[in-house]
Protein backbone atom coordinates (compact mmCIF):
# COMPACT_ATOMS: atom_id res chain seq x y z
CA UNK A 1 0.00 0.00 0.00
CA UNK A 2 2.65 2.35 1.16
CA UNK A 3 4.77 2.09 -2.09
CA UNK A 4 2.25 2.11 -4.27
CA UNK A 5 0.82 5.43 -3.00
CA UNK A 6 4.52 6.74 -2.96
CA UNK A 7 4.38 5.71 -6.44
CA UNK A 8 1.23 7.17 -7.96
CA UNK A 9 1.69 10.10 -5.50
CA UNK A 10 5.56 10.94 -6.43
CA UNK A 11 6.62 8.85 -9.39
CA UNK A 12 10.28 7.98 -9.61
CA UNK A 13 12.28 9.61 -11.37
CA UNK A 14 16.36 9.80 -12.11
CA UNK A 15 16.56 13.92 -11.99
CA UNK A 16 13.36 15.99 -11.32
CA UNK A 17 12.88 19.57 -13.21
CA UNK A 18 11.49 22.25 -10.67
CA UNK A 19 8.66 22.25 -13.08
CA UNK A 20 8.23 18.23 -12.39
CA UNK A 21 8.90 18.85 -8.61
CA UNK A 22 6.06 21.23 -8.44
CA UNK A 23 3.30 18.87 -10.18
CA UNK A 24 4.11 15.88 -8.14
CA UNK A 25 4.37 18.33 -5.14
CA UNK A 26 0.74 19.46 -6.11
CA UNK A 27 -0.82 15.88 -7.22
CA UNK A 28 0.04 15.19 -3.23
CA UNK A 29 -1.49 18.15 -2.17
CA UNK A 30 -4.53 17.36 -3.84
CA UNK A 31 -4.45 13.51 -2.42
CA UNK A 32 -4.36 14.94 1.11
CA UNK A 33 -7.12 17.52 0.45
CA UNK A 34 -10.05 15.37 1.01
CA UNK A 35 -13.01 17.75 -0.01
CA UNK A 36 -10.94 19.93 -2.73
CA UNK A 37 -11.44 23.21 -0.76
CA UNK A 38 -7.57 24.23 -1.74
CA UNK A 39 -6.94 23.80 2.11
CA UNK A 40 -5.64 20.41 4.24
CA UNK A 41 -6.60 20.53 7.70
CA UNK A 42 -5.43 18.47 11.06
CA UNK A 43 -7.75 15.64 10.01
CA UNK A 44 -7.02 15.59 6.65
CA UNK A 45 -3.59 15.30 7.00
CA UNK A 46 -3.74 12.62 9.62
CA UNK A 47 -5.97 10.92 7.58
CA UNK A 48 -3.56 10.50 4.69
CA UNK A 49 -0.46 10.03 6.54
CA UNK A 50 -1.97 7.14 8.12
CA UNK A 51 -2.04 5.53 4.74
CA UNK A 52 1.47 7.41 3.91
CA UNK A 53 3.99 6.08 6.74
CA UNK A 54 2.61 5.00 9.84
CA UNK A 55 5.76 4.57 11.65
CA UNK A 56 7.27 8.37 10.94
CA UNK A 57 4.25 10.65 10.16
CA UNK A 58 3.15 13.38 13.25
CA UNK A 59 1.09 15.44 12.11
CA UNK A 60 0.92 18.12 14.72
CA UNK A 61 4.33 18.48 14.72
CA UNK A 62 4.29 18.59 10.63
CA UNK A 63 1.48 20.93 10.90
CA UNK A 64 2.97 23.35 13.73
CA UNK A 65 6.07 23.65 11.38
CA UNK A 66 4.04 24.29 7.91
CA UNK A 67 1.13 26.50 9.03
CA UNK A 68 3.93 28.88 9.53
CA UNK A 69 0.79 31.86 9.17
CA UNK A 70 -1.60 30.14 12.22
CA UNK A 71 -4.48 30.30 10.27
CA UNK A 72 -7.23 27.38 10.05
CA UNK A 73 -5.35 25.24 7.39
CA UNK A 74 -2.65 24.46 5.16
CA UNK A 75 -2.53 26.18 1.38
CA UNK A 76 -0.43 24.62 -0.80
CA UNK A 77 2.07 27.69 -0.67
CA UNK A 78 2.97 26.32 2.83
CA UNK A 79 2.70 23.02 2.10
CA UNK A 80 5.23 23.79 -0.88
CA UNK A 81 7.44 25.40 1.54
CA UNK A 82 7.53 22.65 4.00
CA UNK A 83 8.52 20.57 1.25
CA UNK A 84 10.91 22.38 -0.08
CA UNK A 85 12.94 23.13 2.96
CA UNK A 86 12.83 19.84 4.21
CA UNK A 87 14.21 18.40 0.82
CA UNK A 88 17.07 20.71 1.52
CA UNK A 89 18.20 18.87 5.17
CA UNK A 90 17.09 15.40 3.68
CA UNK A 91 19.49 16.16 1.11
CA UNK A 92 22.04 16.84 3.77
CA UNK A 93 21.29 13.48 5.32
CA UNK A 94 21.08 11.15 2.39
CA UNK A 95 25.08 13.01 1.56
CA UNK A 96 26.51 11.56 5.26
CA UNK A 97 25.12 8.29 4.32
CA UNK A 98 26.14 8.12 0.81
CA UNK A 99 30.01 7.22 2.05
CA UNK A 100 31.27 6.48 -1.50
CA UNK A 101 29.19 9.71 -3.17
CA UNK A 102 27.61 7.46 -5.77
CA UNK A 103 23.97 8.57 -5.53
CA UNK A 104 22.90 5.46 -3.52
CA UNK A 105 22.96 3.58 0.07
CA UNK A 106 24.12 0.39 0.65
CA UNK A 107 23.69 -1.76 3.27
CA UNK A 108 27.58 -1.73 4.70
CA UNK A 109 27.18 2.23 4.19
CA UNK A 110 24.37 1.78 6.83
CA UNK A 111 26.55 -0.35 9.00
CA UNK A 112 29.15 2.33 9.02
CA UNK A 113 27.14 5.19 9.70
CA UNK A 114 25.27 3.89 12.71
CA UNK A 115 28.12 2.33 14.14
CA UNK A 116 29.36 6.16 14.03
CA UNK A 117 26.23 6.82 15.88
CA UNK A 118 27.26 4.51 18.99
CA UNK A 119 24.95 1.59 17.17
CA UNK A 120 26.41 -1.76 16.24
CA UNK A 121 24.29 -3.96 13.77
CA UNK A 122 24.86 -6.83 11.63
CA UNK A 123 24.68 -6.50 7.66
CA UNK A 124 21.66 -8.66 7.84
CA UNK A 125 19.87 -5.90 10.10
CA UNK A 126 21.16 -3.59 8.13
CA UNK A 127 19.49 -4.97 4.48
CA UNK A 128 16.11 -4.57 6.81
CA UNK A 129 16.70 -0.92 6.87
CA UNK A 130 17.07 -0.83 3.21
CA UNK A 131 14.01 -3.06 2.36
CA UNK A 132 12.07 -0.56 4.12
CA UNK A 133 13.07 2.30 2.27
CA UNK A 134 13.45 -0.15 -1.20
CA UNK A 135 10.88 1.06 -3.42
CA UNK A 136 12.34 -0.80 -6.41
CA UNK A 137 13.42 -3.66 -4.87
CA UNK A 138 17.36 -2.80 -5.94
CA UNK A 139 18.76 -3.40 -2.27
CA UNK A 140 20.18 0.78 -2.90
CA UNK A 141 18.41 3.33 -1.81
CA UNK A 142 19.08 6.27 -4.68
CA UNK A 143 17.83 9.77 -3.45
CA UNK A 144 14.73 9.70 -5.05
CA UNK A 145 13.53 6.90 -2.35
CA UNK A 146 15.37 8.70 0.53
CA UNK A 147 13.21 11.80 -0.06
CA UNK A 148 9.68 10.20 -0.44
CA UNK A 149 10.44 7.67 2.77
CA UNK A 150 11.21 10.37 4.72
CA UNK A 151 8.94 13.89 2.90
CA UNK A 152 6.69 13.46 6.25
CA UNK A 153 9.52 12.92 9.07
CA UNK A 154 9.65 16.43 10.77
CA UNK A 155 13.34 16.01 11.98
CA UNK A 156 16.03 16.12 10.12
CA UNK A 157 18.82 13.70 11.32
CA UNK A 158 19.78 9.82 11.10
CA UNK A 159 19.27 9.32 14.67
CA UNK A 160 15.41 9.34 15.00
CA UNK A 161 15.42 6.64 12.64
CA UNK A 162 17.19 4.14 15.63
CA UNK A 163 14.71 5.30 18.41
CA UNK A 164 12.83 2.42 18.97
CA UNK A 165 15.94 0.58 19.58
CA UNK A 166 16.28 2.13 23.21
CA UNK A 167 14.64 1.51 26.44
CA UNK A 168 11.21 3.18 26.95
CA UNK A 169 11.40 5.69 29.61
CA UNK A 170 7.90 4.93 30.84
CA UNK A 171 8.65 1.25 31.66
CA UNK A 172 8.71 0.82 35.35
CA UNK A 173 8.77 -2.27 37.04
CA UNK A 174 9.57 -1.07 40.48
CA UNK A 175 12.97 -2.16 40.33
CA UNK A 176 14.83 1.44 38.88
CA UNK A 177 18.35 0.25 37.92
CA UNK A 178 17.56 0.46 34.39
CA UNK A 179 20.05 2.94 31.86
CA UNK A 180 17.81 5.75 31.21
CA UNK A 181 16.45 7.01 27.97
CA UNK A 182 18.78 9.74 25.65
CA UNK A 183 16.82 13.22 24.70
CA UNK A 184 17.79 14.65 21.20
CA UNK A 185 18.62 18.07 21.71
CA UNK A 186 15.13 19.20 19.92
CA UNK A 187 13.67 17.45 23.02
CA UNK A 188 15.58 19.09 25.08
CA UNK A 189 14.99 22.32 23.54
CA UNK A 190 11.27 21.88 23.59
CA UNK A 191 10.49 20.67 26.62
CA UNK A 192 9.62 17.40 25.60
CA UNK A 193 12.45 15.77 28.13
CA UNK A 194 10.88 16.44 31.26
CA UNK A 195 7.34 15.42 29.85
CA UNK A 196 8.19 12.53 28.61
CA UNK A 197 10.16 12.23 32.34
CA UNK A 198 6.76 13.16 34.09
CA UNK A 199 4.81 10.35 31.92
CA UNK A 200 7.23 7.86 32.50
CA UNK A 201 7.06 9.12 36.20
CA UNK A 202 3.34 9.22 36.57
CA UNK A 203 3.28 5.56 34.57
CA UNK A 204 5.71 4.02 37.58
CA UNK A 205 3.71 5.24 40.46
CA UNK A 206 0.56 3.68 38.94
CA UNK A 207 2.35 0.84 38.04
CA UNK A 208 4.07 0.31 41.60
CA UNK A 209 0.70 1.11 42.84
CA UNK A 210 -0.55 -1.50 41.50
CA UNK A 211 1.75 -3.92 42.34
CA UNK A 212 2.36 -3.09 45.60
CA UNK A 213 1.00 -6.08 47.64
CA UNK A 214 3.35 -8.46 45.27
CA UNK A 215 6.25 -6.11 46.14
CA UNK A 216 5.67 -6.24 49.79
CA UNK A 217 5.04 -9.79 49.79
CA UNK A 218 8.66 -9.69 48.48
CA UNK A 219 10.01 -8.36 51.12
CA UNK A 220 8.31 -10.05 54.08
CA UNK A 221 9.49 -13.57 52.05
CA UNK A 222 12.81 -11.92 52.28
CA UNK A 223 12.97 -10.86 55.76
CA UNK A 224 11.44 -13.56 57.43
CA UNK A 225 11.13 -16.76 55.23
CA UNK A 226 13.51 -19.37 55.91
CA UNK A 227 13.71 -23.06 56.70
CA UNK A 228 12.28 -22.49 60.17
CA UNK A 229 9.39 -20.38 59.23
CA UNK A 230 8.21 -21.08 55.61
CA UNK A 231 6.07 -18.52 53.71
CA UNK A 232 4.31 -19.36 50.58
CA UNK A 233 2.60 -16.90 48.53
CA UNK A 234 -0.79 -17.56 49.58
CA UNK A 235 0.14 -17.68 53.39
CA UNK A 236 2.07 -14.59 53.65
CA UNK A 237 -0.75 -12.67 51.57
CA UNK A 238 -3.32 -14.08 54.42
CA UNK A 239 -0.49 -13.27 57.36
CA UNK A 240 -0.37 -9.74 56.00
CA UNK A 241 -4.33 -9.64 55.83
CA UNK A 242 -4.92 -11.00 59.10
CA UNK A 243 -2.44 -8.73 61.04
CA UNK A 244 -3.10 -5.44 59.25
CA UNK A 245 -6.17 -5.64 56.76
CA UNK A 246 -6.99 -5.30 53.09
CA UNK A 247 -4.70 -1.60 53.50
CA UNK A 248 -2.02 -3.25 54.80
CA UNK A 249 -0.58 -4.74 51.42
CA UNK A 250 0.06 -1.14 50.51
CA UNK A 251 2.39 -0.57 53.31
CA UNK A 252 5.44 1.15 52.33
CA UNK A 253 3.97 2.07 48.83
CA UNK A 254 3.65 5.57 49.31
CA UNK A 255 7.62 5.89 50.20
CA UNK A 256 8.11 3.83 46.79
CA UNK A 257 6.29 6.18 45.02
CA UNK A 258 7.88 9.46 46.48
CA UNK A 259 11.24 8.25 45.55
CA UNK A 260 10.59 8.37 41.88
CA UNK A 261 10.41 11.83 41.38
CA UNK A 262 14.06 12.49 42.77
CA UNK A 263 15.57 9.31 41.87
CA UNK A 264 14.63 10.02 37.96
CA UNK A 265 16.15 13.81 38.49
CA UNK A 266 18.90 12.56 39.80
CA UNK A 267 19.82 9.61 37.37
CA UNK A 268 18.83 12.12 34.59
CA UNK A 269 21.29 14.41 35.34
CA UNK A 270 24.12 11.96 36.46
CA UNK A 271 23.94 10.38 32.97
CA UNK A 272 24.15 13.55 31.16
CA UNK A 273 27.33 14.64 33.65
CA UNK A 274 29.06 10.89 33.01
CA UNK A 275 28.39 10.60 29.30
CA UNK A 276 30.38 13.90 28.91
CA UNK A 277 32.93 12.78 31.00
CA UNK A 278 33.16 9.50 28.68
CA UNK A 279 32.98 10.94 25.20
CA UNK A 280 35.01 13.83 23.69
CA UNK A 281 33.12 16.85 22.13
CA UNK A 282 30.34 16.06 19.47
CA UNK A 283 31.10 12.13 19.55
CA UNK A 284 28.17 9.82 19.72
CA UNK A 285 27.73 7.97 22.80
CA UNK A 286 28.69 3.90 22.34
CA UNK A 287 27.34 1.00 23.96
CA UNK A 288 29.81 -0.01 26.34
CA UNK A 289 30.01 4.21 26.82
CA UNK A 290 26.37 4.16 27.05
CA UNK A 291 26.43 1.14 30.00
CA UNK A 292 29.01 2.79 32.44
CA UNK A 293 27.25 6.18 32.37
CA UNK A 294 24.25 4.19 32.93
CA UNK A 295 25.71 2.04 36.09
CA UNK A 296 27.35 5.09 37.10
CA UNK A 297 24.25 7.66 37.26
CA UNK A 298 21.93 4.76 38.81
CA UNK A 299 24.45 4.27 41.85
CA UNK A 300 24.52 8.03 42.09
CA UNK A 301 20.82 8.41 42.07
CA UNK A 302 20.58 5.56 44.74
CA UNK A 303 23.13 7.25 47.20
CA UNK A 304 21.20 10.30 47.25
CA UNK A 305 17.54 8.11 47.83
CA UNK A 306 18.25 5.14 49.67
CA UNK A 307 17.38 6.58 52.98
CA UNK A 308 13.96 6.34 51.30
CA UNK A 309 14.76 2.14 50.23
CA UNK A 310 15.45 2.24 54.41
CA UNK A 311 12.48 3.47 54.90
CA UNK A 312 10.61 1.63 52.37
CA UNK A 313 11.65 -1.52 53.63
CA UNK A 314 11.04 -1.02 57.69
CA UNK A 315 7.54 0.59 56.73
CA UNK A 316 6.37 -2.99 54.62
CA UNK A 317 8.57 -4.73 57.00
CA UNK A 318 6.45 -2.95 60.68
CA UNK A 319 3.65 -3.91 62.11
CA UNK A 320 0.26 -1.85 62.12
CA UNK A 321 0.36 0.75 64.26
CA UNK A 322 4.10 0.66 64.57
CA UNK A 323 4.86 3.45 62.52
CA UNK A 324 2.35 5.99 61.93
CA UNK A 325 3.95 7.41 58.43
CA UNK A 326 7.31 7.79 56.56
CA UNK A 327 8.48 10.79 58.90
CA UNK A 328 7.74 9.18 62.03
CA UNK A 329 9.71 5.95 60.35
CA UNK A 330 12.73 7.93 60.25
CA UNK A 331 12.52 9.83 63.78
CA UNK A 332 12.49 6.75 65.35
CA UNK A 333 15.00 5.11 63.27
CA UNK A 334 17.12 8.43 63.63
CA UNK A 335 16.35 8.38 67.60
CA UNK A 336 17.19 5.20 68.23
CA UNK A 337 19.98 3.82 65.91
CA UNK A 338 21.15 6.81 64.15
CA UNK A 339 22.27 8.46 61.08
CA UNK A 340 24.27 5.64 59.65
CA UNK A 341 20.84 3.24 59.94
CA UNK A 342 19.91 5.05 56.64
CA UNK A 343 22.47 3.25 54.82
CA UNK A 344 22.51 0.14 55.95
CA UNK A 345 22.40 -2.48 53.04
CA UNK A 346 24.06 0.32 50.85
CA UNK A 347 27.07 -1.80 49.87
CA UNK A 348 25.16 -5.11 48.22
CA UNK A 349 22.78 -2.27 46.96
CA UNK A 350 25.43 -0.73 44.82
CA UNK A 351 27.32 -4.11 44.07
CA UNK A 352 23.78 -4.80 42.20
CA UNK A 353 23.27 -2.14 39.72
CA UNK A 354 26.46 -3.96 37.52
CA UNK A 355 25.16 -6.93 37.08
CA UNK A 356 21.44 -5.99 36.89
CA UNK A 357 22.04 -2.54 34.37
CA UNK A 358 24.52 -4.95 32.19
CA UNK A 359 22.58 -8.12 31.94
CA UNK A 360 19.53 -5.82 31.13
CA UNK A 361 20.20 -4.11 28.61
CA UNK A 362 22.39 -7.16 26.68
CA UNK A 363 19.81 -9.27 26.79
CA UNK A 364 17.67 -6.51 25.81
CA UNK A 365 20.02 -5.73 22.84
CA UNK A 366 20.86 -9.63 22.27
CA UNK A 367 16.52 -10.15 22.07
CA UNK A 368 16.29 -7.59 19.59
CA UNK A 369 18.63 -8.51 17.11
CA UNK A 370 17.53 -12.11 17.26
CA UNK A 371 14.21 -11.25 16.37
CA UNK A 372 15.23 -8.47 13.85
CA UNK A 373 17.59 -11.44 12.41
CA UNK A 374 15.14 -14.28 12.37
CA UNK A 375 11.38 -12.72 12.01
CA UNK A 376 11.52 -9.48 11.03
CA UNK A 377 10.41 -9.02 7.23
CA UNK A 378 10.17 -5.84 5.85
CA UNK A 379 10.54 -3.51 9.04
CA UNK A 380 13.21 -3.15 10.90
CA UNK A 381 10.43 -1.64 13.55
CA UNK A 382 10.38 -4.10 16.10
CA UNK A 383 6.51 -2.92 17.39
CA UNK A 384 5.65 -2.56 20.93
CA UNK A 385 4.89 -6.25 21.52
CA UNK A 386 8.38 -7.08 20.89
CA UNK A 387 9.95 -4.43 22.72
CA UNK A 388 8.05 -5.08 25.42
CA UNK A 389 8.77 -8.78 25.80
CA UNK A 390 12.16 -7.97 24.91
CA UNK A 391 12.33 -5.57 28.29
CA UNK A 392 10.75 -8.01 30.56
CA UNK A 393 12.87 -11.14 29.58
CA UNK A 394 15.80 -8.60 30.01
CA UNK A 395 14.96 -7.21 33.15
CA UNK A 396 14.02 -10.69 34.69
CA UNK A 397 17.73 -11.77 33.65
CA UNK A 398 19.04 -8.36 35.23
CA UNK A 399 17.05 -9.27 38.54
CA UNK A 400 18.16 -13.25 38.97
CA UNK A 401 21.83 -12.25 38.71
CA UNK A 402 21.33 -9.60 41.26
CA UNK A 403 18.30 -11.06 43.36
CA UNK A 404 20.81 -12.69 45.87
CA UNK A 405 22.65 -8.83 46.54
CA UNK A 406 18.70 -7.61 47.02
CA UNK A 407 18.07 -9.96 49.52
CA UNK A 408 21.02 -9.20 51.59
CA UNK A 409 20.48 -5.47 51.24
CA UNK A 410 16.96 -5.59 52.65
CA UNK A 411 17.60 -7.74 55.35
CA UNK A 412 20.41 -4.98 56.36
CA UNK A 413 17.82 -2.70 56.50
CA UNK A 414 15.46 -4.89 58.38
CA UNK A 415 17.19 -6.90 60.99
CA UNK A 416 17.33 -4.32 63.63
CA UNK A 417 13.72 -4.86 63.56
CA UNK A 418 13.94 -8.79 64.08
CA UNK A 419 14.25 -9.83 67.13
CA UNK A 420 17.55 -11.40 69.11
CA UNK A 421 18.83 -10.69 65.00
CA UNK A 422 22.24 -10.67 65.59
CA UNK A 423 23.66 -7.14 63.70
CA UNK A 424 25.61 -9.01 60.52
CA UNK A 425 27.23 -7.09 58.08
CA UNK A 426 27.12 -8.15 54.42
CA UNK A 427 29.46 -11.15 54.45
CA UNK A 428 27.97 -12.62 57.50
CA UNK A 429 24.70 -12.26 56.44
CA UNK A 430 25.96 -14.49 53.13
CA UNK A 431 27.49 -17.48 55.36
CA UNK A 432 24.37 -17.03 57.79
CA UNK A 433 22.09 -17.55 55.27
CA UNK A 434 23.95 -20.52 52.88
CA UNK A 435 24.61 -22.26 55.87
CA UNK A 436 21.12 -22.03 57.11
CA UNK A 437 18.97 -21.77 54.30
CA UNK A 438 21.18 -23.12 51.81
CA UNK A 439 21.81 -21.37 48.25
CA UNK A 440 17.65 -21.38 47.68
CA UNK A 441 17.80 -19.14 50.71
CA UNK A 442 19.00 -16.28 48.51
CA UNK A 443 16.14 -16.15 45.90
CA UNK A 444 13.70 -16.42 48.33
CA UNK A 445 10.64 -13.94 47.73
CA UNK A 446 11.98 -14.08 43.71
CA UNK A 447 8.58 -15.74 42.61
CA UNK A 448 6.12 -12.73 43.67
CA UNK A 449 8.68 -10.58 42.17
CA UNK A 450 8.69 -12.65 38.87
CA UNK A 451 5.06 -12.24 39.38
CA UNK A 452 4.96 -8.67 39.26
CA UNK A 453 7.22 -7.80 36.74
CA UNK A 454 4.41 -8.42 33.41
CA UNK A 455 1.50 -6.82 35.08
CA UNK A 456 4.14 -3.86 35.86
CA UNK A 457 5.34 -3.31 32.46
CA UNK A 458 1.68 -3.78 30.85
CA UNK A 459 0.08 -1.04 33.48
CA UNK A 460 3.43 1.16 32.88
CA UNK A 461 3.17 0.99 29.04
CA UNK A 462 -0.33 1.92 28.88
CA UNK A 463 -0.28 4.85 31.88
CA UNK A 464 2.47 6.07 29.95
CA UNK A 465 1.27 5.95 26.25
CA UNK A 466 -2.02 7.87 28.10
CA UNK A 467 0.07 10.18 29.82
CA UNK A 468 2.02 11.23 26.35
CA UNK A 469 -1.13 11.89 24.84
CA UNK A 470 -2.49 14.21 27.46
CA UNK A 471 1.04 15.87 27.95
CA UNK A 472 0.78 16.33 24.28
CA UNK A 473 4.21 14.25 22.90
CA UNK A 474 2.47 11.54 21.51
CA UNK A 475 3.98 10.44 17.76
CA UNK A 476 2.01 9.09 15.04
Known amino acids: MLRWLRGFVLPAASCHTDEEDNLHYKNLFQYLDHNGDGVVDILELQEGLRNWNPFFAREKDIYKTVDTN ?32 DGKIEASEIVQSLQILGLT ?38 EEIIRFWKH ?15 FTEDEKKSGQWWRQLLAGGVAGAVSRTSTAPLDRLKVMMQVHGSKSA ?46 KLLTEDGQKIGTFERFVSGSMAGATAQTFIYPMEVLKTRLAVGKT ?13 LKYEGMGAFYKGYVPNLLGIIPYAGIDLAVYELLKSHWLDNFAKDSVNPGVMVLLGCGALSSTCGQLASYPLALVRTRMQAQAMI ?27 IT ?7 PAVGISYVVYENMKQTLGITQK
Open 70 to 101: ADSGLNFEDFMRYLKDHERKMTLAFNSLDKNN
Open 121 to 158: ISEQQAELILQSIDADGTMTVDWNEWRDYFLFNPVTDI
Open 168 to 182: STGIDIGDSLTIPDE
Open 230 to 275: KMNIYGGFRQMVKEGGIRSLWRGNGTNVIKIAPETAVKFWAYEQYK
Open 321 to 333: GQYSGMFDCAKKI
Open 419 to 445: ERSPQLNMVGLFRRIISKEGLPGLYRG
Open 448 to 454: PNFMKVL
